[in-house]
């Protein structure tokens, strides 16, 4: 079988012709926040993939007859993916300026824990950005809106440095976005705007803010 691009789900999205809205799949968000002093250097993360979007990688690594071979191929494919999507992430400053990640992230892995795949991945930023009185927004999403990235709780997020403050808010969504977004089924596209933040995906997006005060 041929090995999936990131995940499963991931392939559908960002090679079909057609593009798919609303979540119809789900990866469940945590995020380490290192921060150096008050210089933030990174963002430490796990995409844990829902049921379904991780059975075929299961049962590609399950079925190999080298399984550390399988695990390291969908691992650098998992790589190349997250790297070509911008890693699903948008970072700004308090000037809502966008801050550039690495082109080249760190420590990245793929574990199966029970039937649910899990992809780690370090998004270096391409410097450090220091946070003393100087807030950023951060946040991770699919634009199509396609696939649902969220956290479940604040308890999804943590600082290496307990000086500075890591946040999460929720999105404010009316009820006809979410009626809108819940009406379109796998095969039908939502209304993409041109500017990528005010896509579908971006609109129903947390928001993690961080500072050191």
């Not at 250097?41 to 399950?62: K, T």
């Not at 696939?147 to 999804?156: D, R, V």
């Not at 933040?197 to 993690?208: M, R, T, Y």
Request: with cysteine.
């Amino acid at each position: 079988m041929k090995l999936v691009k990131l995940f499963s789900i991931f392939s559908v999205v960002l090679f079909s012709p057609v593009l798919l809205a609303h979540p119809h799949s789900f990866v469940d968000l945590k995020n380490n926040i290192l921060v150096e002093g008050t210089k933030l250097n990174a963002f430490e993360m796990e995409w844990m993939l829902d049921e379904i979007a991780s059975a075929e990688l299961i049962y590609e690594v399950n079925n190999s007859t080298n399984k550390a071979v399988t695990e390291k191929s969908i691992t650098d494919e998992m790589t190349q993916t997250a790297i070509e999507t911008h890693y699903f992430s948008y970072l700004y400053d308090a000037k809502d300026q966008p801050i550039k990640f690495s082109a080249k992230p760190l420590n990245t892995r793929f574990k199966i824990h029970g039937n649910r795949v899990v992809f780690y991945i370090t998004i270096p930023l391409s410097k450090p950005h220091d946070l003393k009185n100087n807030p950023i927004r951060f946040y991770t999403y699919e634009p199509s809106y396609y696939m649902g990235m969220e956290y479940n709780s604040a308890n999804a997020l943590s600082i290496s440095n307990s000086q500075c403050k890591a946040t999460l808010t929720q999105p404010k969504i009316s009820n006809s976005l979410r009626l809108y977004a819940s009406s379109l089924d796998k095969n039908q596209s939502p209304e993409m705007s041109e500017n990528e933040d005010n896509s579908l995906g971006a609109q129903f997006a947390q928001k993690v803010t961080v500072v050191c005060e």
